[in-house]
């Protein structure tokens, strides 16, 4: 089910009233409601993929215990393969195998022999990019004895399958999130307050923002021949907004529900789009994944150790893996290495840490090199994301040519400009919240606390009037297809 | 606890009750002071979709007012056509287009789809009865909670601007300059929009029953009318069934068929549609028609199919 959809306005405060009033007394049945409810949660968009997901589940932890128990550090690595061999053994097979099966096909028909193969119809179950990623950690960080791995089935799939954040993020660490699930959750106020109105603002974020801005970004990409260099970029604009509000949205509201029970995930986005260099950008957004790869694949490789090629090798895989973990098409992977092109002269010149506080820090305005920084790395980031929205390579390249053109410098020509108008003056106030709570955990958390509660309510009731009345045609978030 | 869960009910209330205000509130305000007033000397309407959109010139048409629209079902035209007669008393012959289109189930789209009800409900859901309301959240309710969304912002718009006066934004002859039949046969485009099956949009066909009754209620003289199209117009493969709900549904009705109008291809503007070359032929047909007397004649379809003889032979 969709956060914004009947159906969860009608399953949350269900499952929240169940859990606070009758289970909050005891531990066990604390996390086996979390469990049940968060397979109820799944199951609703598929039941057939609940298996899939109580498989994983079982396999990790019977790693996990088996790990605790073997010494031998040969034996150790073996169950540590298993582990990841079944999930990226499943993640490769329903996300990636018509990709590899099509392109063996093109490279066979391109050596001029015929390979007959059918690709499979194969339905993506939802959120296994995330979950894989997630029961991985832990799998890996008990190998490494950063973790104690646990006895308790239900703490563990209750941390597995933990339905706030189970279909889109944050890919959440078992040294973070399993912990909590030892503890009994008590209800505090203030965590709920703020939990909802972190929930409010990923709302705003993902219907006002994301779902406005999809209906021009779609209407440029897919028809992108029929506009000029002028209405391409304004496309390409808001496809940038539409996916932050989209994902960043989604985790607001995911982490804003966890804390309505009681527990803490760590922050996704960090406004990602005020960074002031590319390396600064992907410290701030999809924060999970990016230290996740990070942390499981970058550091074991290397990472930014040794000599210049290794450094440029260790850069290149790093990012067209996280390209590729975003979909099976080659757009992700020029994306990621298009990424790649632009951090690594900041990592080779030892720049790659040069902004790491918050941008005008304790200031209200940036300075005029702060704003060049910023708006350069925004135009570079925009101009990424045409791959990673188009639908091939060639469309991109096309899409970029279309911007590149005579016709960039006048005036856009398309339906309904007024609307676009209307959904860019909103882009601003989301700029404008956002820069005020920048150094926050989101861009709701303080603002208006100092404020009278009648002012406070007013302005929440004032947000709760823009979701209504620019509430467009409901679109499937956007990471769901990964 | 129990303080939150209060404190979240009475903000949810009040989200609620803001929201239901805006959204009352503005209708209501909106259809206490719209005005549908037309000139005094305007006795005929037409209505519909593009098809009379495109082909009726209410330049050329005397005492007449085409507030015809594009992709505007029955559905939408009942609403119309009930605020308008009721705000101009001297209306006393409305034409409402009848084209192969609008018997389809396609038409069943144009009432409860996202695209149209979205589009439509800022002009017409201040003056809808609740059984309207009942049908589109019967057949859609998820779209129509986004499409009032819409309508409200685009109310609070008007309001804030002061335009009452709707008549403007409802419809009117469209004049249009282009022509694209040559090119449409040479890819083989013929404007396909009906259904596989040929099946029919009961709803649709209710509210043109809707329209009828209305007028006949208020009395004034009801006529449907079929404009040109052109002869490859892929939609026109449904006639038996057109000509069979005319037969059964609507024989209380008369149609002015001029479908076996000719044009040149460069006075059309595509397969279904008259540029404004083929409509101001039409129209001054149909216009010298009405002068003389077609609209009080037995033989009405004589008449005109003799007119288009004549017309088809020059």
């Given at each position: 089910?969709?956060?914004?959809?009947?159906?969860?306005?009608?399953?949350?405060?269900?499952?929240?009233?169940?859990y606070?009033?009758?289970?909050?007394?005891?531990?066990k049945?604390?996390?086996?409601?979390?469990?049940?409810a968060?397979?109820?949660?799944?199951?609703?968009?598929?039941?057939?993929?609940?298996?899939?997901?109580?498989?994983s589940?079982?396999v990790?932890?019977s790693?996990?215990v088996?790990l605790?128990?073997?010494?031998?550090?040969?034996?150790?690595?073996?169950?540590?393969?298993i582990?990841?061999?079944v999930?990226?053994?499943?993640?490769?097979?329903?996300?990636?195998?018509?990709f590899?099966?099509?392109?063996?096909?093109?490279?066979?028909?391109?050596?001029?022999?015929?390979?007959?193969?059918?690709?499979?119809?194969?339905?993506?179950?939802v959120?296994?990019?995330?979950?894989?990623?997630?029961?991985?950690?832990?799998?890996?960080?008990?190998?490494?004895e950063?973790?104690?791995?646990?006895?308790?089935?239900?703490?563990f799939?209750?941390?597995?399958?933990?339905?706030?954040?189970?279909?889109?993020?944050?890919i959440?660490?078992?040294?973070?999130?399993?912990?909590?699930?030892?503890?009994?959750r008590?209800?505090?106020?203030?965590n709920?307050?703020?939990?909802?109105?972190?929930?409010l603002?990923?709302?705003?974020?993902?219907?006002?923002?994301?779902?406005?801005?999809?209906?021009?970004?779609?209407m440029?990409?897919?028809?992108?021949?029929?506009?000029g260099?002028s209405?391409?970029?304004?496309?390409?604009?808001?496809?940038?907004?539409?996916?932050?509000?989209?994902?960043?949205?989604?985790?607001?509201?995911?982490?804003?529900?966890?804390?309505?029970?009681?527990?803490?995930?760590?922050?996704?986005?960090?406004?990602?789009?005020?960074?002031?260099d590319m390396a600064?950008?992907?410290?701030r957004w999809?924060?999970?994944?990016?230290?996740?790869?990070?942390?499981?694949?970058?550091?074991?490789?290397g990472?930014?150790?040794?000599?210049?090629?290794?450094?440029?090798?260790?850069?290149?895989?790093?990012?067209?893996?996280?390209?590729?973990?975003?979909?099976?098409?080659w757009?992700?992977?020029?994306?990621?290495?298009?990424?790649?092109?632009?951090f690594?002269?900041?990592?080779?010149?030892?720049?790659?840490?040069?902004?790491?506080?918050?941008?005008?820090e304790?200031?209200?305005?940036?300075?005029m090199?702060?704003?060049?920084?910023?708006?350069?790395?925004?135009?570079?980031?925009?101009?990424?994301?045409?791959?990673f929205?188009?639908?091939?390579?060639?469309h991109?390249?096309?899409?970029?040519?279309?911007?590149?053109?005579?016709?960039?410098?006048?005036?856009?020509?398309?339906?309904?400009r007024?609307?676009?108008?209307?959904?860019l003056?909103l882009?601003?106030?989301l700029?404008?919240?956002?820069?005020?709570?920048?150094?926050?955990q989101y861009?709701?958390e303080k603002?208006?606390?100092?404020w009278?509660?009648?002012?406070r309510?007013?302005?929440y009731?004032g947000?709760?009037?823009?979701i209504?009345?620019?509430?467009?045609?409901?679109?499937?978030?956007?990471?769901?297809?990964? | 606890?129990k303080d939150?869960?209060?404190?979240?009910?009475?903000?949810?209330?009040l989200?609620?009750?803001?929201?239901i205000?805006i959204?009352?509130?503005?209708?209501?305000?909106?259809?206490?002071?719209?005005?549908?007033k037309?000139?005094?000397?305007v006795?005929?309407?037409?209505?519909?979709?593009?098809?009379?959109?495109?082909?009726?010139?209410?330049?050329?048409?005397?005492?007449?007012?085409?507030?015809?629209?594009s992709?505007?079902?029955?559905?939408?035209?009942?609403?119309?056509l009930?605020?308008?007669?009721?705000?101009?008393?001297?209306?006393?012959?409305?034409?409402?287009e009848?084209?192969?289109?609008?018997?389809?189930?396609?038409?069943?789209?144009?009432?409860?789809?996202?695209?149209?009800?979205?589009?439509?409900?800022?002009?017409?859901?201040?003056?809808?009865?609740?059984?309207?309301?009942?049908?589109?959240?019967?057949?859609?309710?998820?779209?129509?909670?986004?499409?009032?969304?819409v309508?409200?912002?685009k109310?609070?718009y008007?309001?804030?601007?002061?335009?009452?006066?709707?008549?403007?934004?409802?419809?009117?002859?469209?004049?249009?300059?282009?022509?694209?039949?040559?090119?449409?046969i040479?890819?083989?485009?013929f404007?396909?929009?009906?259904?596989?099956?040929?099946s029919?949009s009961?709803?649709?066909?209710s509210?043109?029953?809707?329209?009828i009754?209305?007028?006949?209620?208020?009395?004034?003289?009801?006529?449907?009318?079929?404009?040109?199209?052109?002869?490859?117009?892929a939609?026109l493969?449904?006639?038996p069934?057109?000509?069979?709900?005319?037969?059964?549904?609507?024989?209380d009705?008369?149609?002015?068929?001029?479908?076996?109008?000719?044009?040149?291809n460069?006075?059309?503007?595509d397969?279904?549609?008259l540029?404004?070359k083929?409509?101001?032929?039409?129209?001054?047909?149909f216009?010298?028609l009405?002068?003389?007397?077609?609209?009080?004649?037995?033989n009405?379809?004589?008449?005109?199919?003799?007119?288009?003889?004549?017309?088809?032979?020059?």
């Amino acid at each position: 089910m969709l956060f914004n959809s009947i159906d969860f306005a009608v399953f949350l405060p269900i499952v929240f009233i169940l859990y606070w009033v009758f289970f909050q007394k005891n531990l066990k049945l604390q996390n086996l409601f979390i469990v049940i409810a968060s397979y109820i949660f799944y199951g609703w968009w598929d039941w057939r993929f609940l298996s899939l997901i109580l498989f994983s589940t079982i396999v990790d932890y019977s790693i996990g215990v088996a790990l605790s128990k073997e010494g031998n550090q040969q034996k150790r690595k073996i169950y540590l393969w298993i582990s990841i061999i079944v999930n990226l053994g499943f993640l490769g097979f329903f996300k990636y195998y018509n990709f590899f099966l099509d392109n063996l096909i093109t490279a066979f028909t391109f050596f001029g022999t015929e390979l007959q193969a059918s690709s499979l119809k194969i339905i993506l179950p939802v959120g296994i990019s995330f979950y894989t990623f997630q029961t991985l950690s832990y799998t890996i960080d008990v190998y490494r004895e950063k973790l104690i791995p646990t006895k308790d089935f239900i703490a563990f799939s209750a941390f597995v399958s933990f339905f706030p954040q189970l279909v889109a993020g944050p890919i959440e660490r078992a040294t973070n999130l399993l912990p909590q699930f030892y503890a009994k959750r008590k209800f505090e106020y203030h965590n709920a307050v703020d939990g909802l109105r972190q929930i409010l603002w990923g709302m705003f974020k993902k219907i006002v923002i994301a779902d406005n801005c999809a209906e021009f970004a779609n209407m440029f990409f897919n028809n992108h021949s029929e506009y000029g260099g002028s209405g391409l970029l304004l496309g390409a604009l808001f496809f940038t907004f539409q996916i932050y509000g989209d994902f960043s949205g989604y985790s607001d509201i995911a982490i804003g529900t966890s804390r309505l029970f009681g527990f803490d995930l760590k922050q996704n986005f960090a406004f990602p789009y005020f960074s002031r260099d590319m390396a600064e950008f992907w410290r701030r957004w999809h924060i999970s994944l990016s230290t996740w790869f990070r942390d499981y694949l970058y550091i074991p490789l290397g990472g930014s150790k040794g000599g210049t090629s290794l450094k440029v090798r260790n850069t290149f895989i790093i990012f067209i893996v996280s390209g590729f973990w975003h979909g099976a098409n080659w757009t992700f992977i020029v994306w990621g290495a298009l990424n790649a092109i632009y951090f690594l002269p900041l990592l080779l010149a030892k720049k790659n840490r040069a902004n790491i506080g918050t941008v005008a820090e304790g200031r209200l305005l940036p300075s005029m090199k702060d704003v060049l920084n910023i708006v350069s790395t925004f135009l570079l980031t925009v101009l990424a994301w045409v791959f990673f929205r188009a639908d091939s390579v060639s469309h991109a390249i096309s899409y970029l040519g279309g911007i590149f053109s005579e016709s960039l410098f006048s005036m856009p020509e398309f339906d309904n400009r007024t609307h676009a108008a209307e959904v860019l003056i909103l882009i601003g106030f989301l700029i404008f919240i956002e820069w005020l709570g920048r150094e926050s955990q989101y861009g709701l958390e303080k603002l208006g606390l100092t404020w009278n509660r009648s002012l406070r309510i007013a302005f929440y009731l004032g947000i709760v009037c823009l979701i209504f009345l620019f509430m467009g045609k409901e679109q499937e978030f956007i990471y769901f297809q990964f | 606890m129990k303080d939150f869960i209060k404190r979240v009910i009475v903000f949810l209330s009040l989200s609620i009750l803001v929201v239901i205000t805006i959204l009352i509130g503005s209708n209501y305000i909106v259809k206490s002071l719209a005005t549908f007033k037309i000139d005094e000397n305007v006795k005929q309407l037409i209505i519909g979709h593009s098809h009379s959109e495109c082909s009726i010139n209410d330049s050329i048409l005397k005492n007449s007012i085409n507030l015809s629209s594009s992709g505007e079902s029955y559905f939408y035209n009942y609403q119309k056509l009930k605020m308008v007669v009721s705000d101009n008393q001297q209306i006393n012959t409305v034409f409402i287009e009848f084209a192969n289109s609008q018997v389809d189930s396609v038409m069943d789209d144009w009432i409860w789809g996202y695209e149209k009800m979205s589009f439509y409900l800022q002009y017409y859901s201040p003056f809808m009865e609740s059984e309207d309301v009942k049908l589109l959240l019967d057949h859609n309710s998820t779209d129509v909670v986004s499409s009032y969304s819409v309508a409200t912002r685009k109310l609070l718009y008007r309001l804030l601007a002061g335009d009452y006066n709707l008549i403007d934004e409802m419809g009117g002859f469209a004049n249009s300059k282009l022509s694209k039949v040559d090119e449409m046969i040479a890819n083989n485009k013929f404007n396909r929009t009906i259904s596989e099956s040929h099946s029919i949009s009961e709803t649709n066909l209710s509210y043109l029953r809707k329209m009828i009754d209305f007028c006949k209620y208020n009395n004034i003289r009801i006529f449907l009318i079929r404009s040109p199209q052109h002869p490859l117009y892929a939609d026109l493969i449904n006639e038996p069934v057109y000509q069979e709900v005319l037969k059964t549904q609507f024989r209380d009705v008369e149609l002015l068929d001029f479908d076996a109008m000719n044009f040149p291809n460069s006075e059309y503007l595509d397969l279904h549609h008259l540029n404004y070359k083929g409509a101001n032929k039409f129209t001054t047909l149909f216009n010298d028609l009405i002068e003389n007397n077609l609209l009080n004649s037995d033989n009405k379809q004589s008449l005109i199919d003799k007119s288009i003889k004549d017309f088809n032979n020059k």
